[in-house]
C-alpha cells in the first residue's frame, strides 16, 4: 500500500500551491500550517533547495471525529500535502494516504473515519 497520492501539473511552483490551497478549501479542508522548506533550509543550514512546500490541512469536523475515538491521533494530524517544483513548468502536489498513516492504529471507528478523510483528499488531488 502507497502512503501518498499525488498529481503533477504543468505550472509553475507559486500557481500551483494557489491551486492547491484552492482545492482543499473547496474540499472542505482549512490550511492551518505552512512551511516553506526551501527557505528552512536555507535560513537554517544555508542550503539551496528546491520550492518545497508542506501544506497542513485540516477538516475540523473530521479531525474532531477522530480525536474523540483516539485521543493520541493528533500526532498524524494534519495531513500534509506536498507541492513541489519538478522543473520550472512542472509542480507536483502529494497528499497524505490517511489509511496508511494511521493503519498501526487498532479502532475500526478510526479506520472509517481515515477512510472519508482519504476520499475528500483523494478528490482534491485527483481534481487538480
Do not use: H, W
Not at 34 to 56: A, H, P, Q, S
Amino acid at each position: 500500500m502507497g502512503y501518498y497520492f499525488s498529481k503533477t501539473l504543468p505550472v509553475g511552483f507559486d500557481e500551483a500551491v494557489r491551486r492547491a490551497t484552492e482545492a482543499l478549501k473547496k474540499g472542505g479542508f482549512g490550511i492551518i500550517t505552512e512551511i516553506d522548506v526551501r527557505r528552512t533550509f536555507m535560513d537554517k543550514l544555508g542550503i539551496d533547495f528546491r520550492n518545497y512546500r508542506i501544506l497542513g490541512a485540516c477538516n475540523p469536523r473530521l479531525a474532531y471525529e477522530a480525536l474523540q475515538l483516539e485521543d493520541k491521533v493528533g500526532t498524524m494530524l494534519p495531513c500534509n500535502v506536498v507541492v513541489q517544483e519538478i522543473t520550472q513548468d512542472r509542480t507536483e502536489v502529494a497528499a497524505i494516504d490517511p489509511v496508511a498513516s494511521m493503519q498501526a492504529i487498532e479502532n475500526p471507528g478510526l479506520k472509517a473515519s481515515a477512510e472519508r478523510v482519504q476520499t475528500l483528499l483523494r478528490n482534491v488531488i485527483d481534481g487538480l
